[in-house]
């Protein structure tokens, strides 16, 4: 079963998008919610994560932040961006260091 990381600051996203991956997915993926860049770093530090869904901004670490983080760590799981902002910098940023 493929573990899928959804990192958010907003609970009720990080449960919507698990519930959707638990609903349509059961058999293929797990969904594991987190409310904070720091959570998932601990989570990353001791599960193994095939993909993360992260928001683009959160207090604290942003997405963008953990994204450099993963990439310099050499965490080689595809990370999805999520954000609902139309700031180019934003997508131009998370594409530079390897988001899709």
């Given at each position: 079963m493929y573990?899928?990381?959804i990192v958010d600051d907003d609970p009720p996203?990080?449960?919507g998008i698990k519930n959707i991956i638990?609903?349509?997915f059961p058999e293929l993926y797990q969904g594991i919610p987190c409310n904070s860049a720091v959570d998932a770093i601990r989570i990353l530090s001791s599960q193994v994560i095939h993909v993360i869904i992260c928001?683009?901004?959160m207090p604290g670490m942003s997405g963008l932040e953990?994204?450099?983080l993963l990439k310099e760590n050499g965490i080689k799981?595809?990370?999805i961006i999520?954000?609902?902002y139309d700031n180019y910098s934003y997508i131009r940023s998370a594409l530079l260091n390897?988001?899709?």
């Open positions: 573990q899928v990381l996203i990080t449960q638990d609903d349509y928001d683009v901004k953990l994204l450099k799981a595809p990370v999520l954000s609902g390897g988001a899709h």
